[in-house]
């Protein structure tokens, strides 16, 4: 059987990591959790993602500046970014799509949201 696809997922509520972690779950993926988008740059140092799903409004480092960092990087900029927010505006998800994300996601979140973001990525076994 081949190995699970593995995804980081970014937000600074415990609650969203926990719940995006079951839907995820639910879809065959493995995660991996960080509060902020600096914990997520040291996770990204350590071990392989094929997948990063961010919030926007973190504190420390947030969502747009991890975005930005992961598709500046040479060793990052492959890995899709699916974002999500309670910001339900064009000018946000411009913003996102013209930094490079793969998707975005208006919380709040369901699962059947997770897996038309994640259908044209190709994780889903």
Aim: aromatic content about 8%; some cysteine; overall charge negative.
């Amino acid at each position: 059987m081949p190995d699970k696809k593995k995804v980081l997922i970014v937000d600074d509520m415990v609650q969203n990591r926990t719940a995006i972690k079951a839907f995820l779950f639910f879809l065959h993926l493995d995660s991996v959790l960080a509060e902020d988008g600096l914990e997520a740059k040291k996770q990204l140092e350590t071990e392989q993602f094929d997948l990063v799903v961010s919030d926007i409004e973190m504190p420390n480092m947030n969502g747009f500046e991890l975005l930005s960092f992961i598709k500046k990087s040479e060793k990052y900029k492959g890995i899709p970014v699916i974002m999500l927010s309670s910001l339900d505006t064009p000018d946000v998800q411009d913003r996102c799509k013209k930094l490079g994300a793969a998707a975005y996601i208006v919380k709040p979140f369901t699962k059947e949201k997770f897996e038309a973001a994640l259908l044209p990525l190709h994780l889903l076994t």
